[in-house]
């Protein structure tokens, strides 16, 4: 094996024309996951490419191997999915289990906040604010957000976990952001700069030290907007805007940050009749310019990915009708997959968080379109 497994940097994305953030809220546990007779899949033009485990959420590398990884450490090459183990963590206590959530880690530790849960009988949609940090070998509550919030678009890197848009309850989106960088007594979530336009069901990623934020919808239409925000800014930092996403505007496609680059992967066009994206692109965050990738061997949404190193990416949590719980290895030269094995259980609109250079985490979940909640987690170790 040339290639070692190390950086990364977290993802998801949006809605449709006419249709309330309500109705998508309903669709993620419906008809979002209706079988395949309602399946039109979206083709582009294809252009040509131009505890031992799980202690290391307690302090076993975490934020100190983060902070240590480097671009010489992170060199392309080829890289077998027999390099990787996939084995199950210890699960989300039931009073914690979620879907639709915010993931990441502070300190090291994995932390995840926010989503949604049903009631026992399935009657109530409840929306969460509550968060869970994996502590000293277990799950415990940790600094919630200053309101329910689910499906939003995040990040997350040393300096924190960065959070914005989102809806509070199914049926408004929100523009506001919040950080937290700290699980010491006292701490809690920031307000940020807000978005300029409100969105929910976006995907989000942070890139040394920028937060950017695409697509969504705001409840009336989908948008393929871009925007940033610089965390490192001197002043009060404000958004900017980008070129937008080419391609159709989409939901709950996936945004992942790999080296100078940020990649936009599927996502979905149409709720009626289904309609699931598999182009792939890749943003120049150095000259500021989008280009057309080989579409991936596999159409999907609500994927959850991390980058490997300088030419792969985990991604893993496909909604395409139904959910997949395959694990795969995206080559980004050629855009191709390798299973490099199955999660504990399904599990999509759910975040993968970066442990250290060698691990990722697949944390809760919707696990079917029985208004289910999965506490499960799927860990994912590079050998």
Not at 211 to 217: M, S
Not at 236 to 261: I, N
């Amino acid at each position: 094996m040339v290639s070692k497994c190390h950086k990364l940097l977290p993802v998801l994305m949006v809605l449709a024309p006419h249709f309330t953030v309500q109705q998508s809220a309903v669709l993620t546990d419906t008809f979002l996951f209706q079988r395949a007779k309602y399946i039109k899949p979206y083709v582009m033009e294809e252009k040509p490419t131009t505890a031992e485990v799980q202690k290391a959420a307690s302090g076993e590398g975490g934020a100190d191997a983060y902070n240590k990884s480097t671009d010489q450490d992170r060199q392309p090459g080829t890289m077998p999915a027999a390099g990787f183990t996939v084995t199950e963590g210890i699960e989300l206590p039931p009073q914690l289990k979620r879907g639709g959530h915010i993931g990441g880690t502070i300190g090291g530790k994995a932390v995840v906040v926010g989503g949604t849960d049903w009631n026992d009988t399935k009657t109530v949609k409840h929306w969460l604010q509550n968060a869970a940090v994996f502590d000293r070998d277990k799950w415990v509550p940790g600094p919630s957000l200053p309101g329910p919030l689910a499906y939003a678009m995040y990040g997350s890197d040393p300096t924190g976990i960065y959070v914005a848009g989102g809806t509070p309850d199914g049926t408004v989106s929100s523009r506001s952001v919040y950080r937290l960088h700290s699980l010491a007594p006292g701490a809690g979530w920031e307000l940020l700069p807000p978005l300029p336009e409100a969105l929910s069901y976006g995907s989000g990623a942070m890139l040394n030290g920028k937060f950017y934020v695409a697509c969504g919808t705001n409840g009336r239409e989908k948008s393929n907007h871009m925007w940033v925000l610089d965390t490192r800014s001197t002043g009060t930092p404000a958004w900017k805007k980008c070129p937008p996403v080419p391609g159709p505007a989409r939901t709950l496609s996936l945004l992942v940050a790999d080296g100078k680059y940020l990649y936009l992967l599927g996502g979905l066009r149409h709720e009626e009749p289904l309609t699931v994206l598999k182009d792939a692109y890749r943003y120049d965050t150095g000259n500021g310019t989008w280009e057309q990738l080989r579409d991936l061997p596999l159409e999907g949404y609500a994927w959850a990915g991390q980058p490997v190193d300088a030419g792969h990416l985990l991604i893993t949590g496909r909604a395409y009708g139904k959910i997949d719980t395959g694990i795969w290895l995206l080559r980004l030269k050629d855009m191709s997959m390798e299973k490099i094995g199955e999660a504990v259980g399904p599990a999509t609109t759910a975040p993968l968080i970066k442990i250290n250079n060698k691990q990722w985490w697949l944390v809760g979940g919707e696990p079917d379109a029985n208004k289910n909640r999965t506490g499960k987690v799927t860990i994912i170790t590079c050998k």
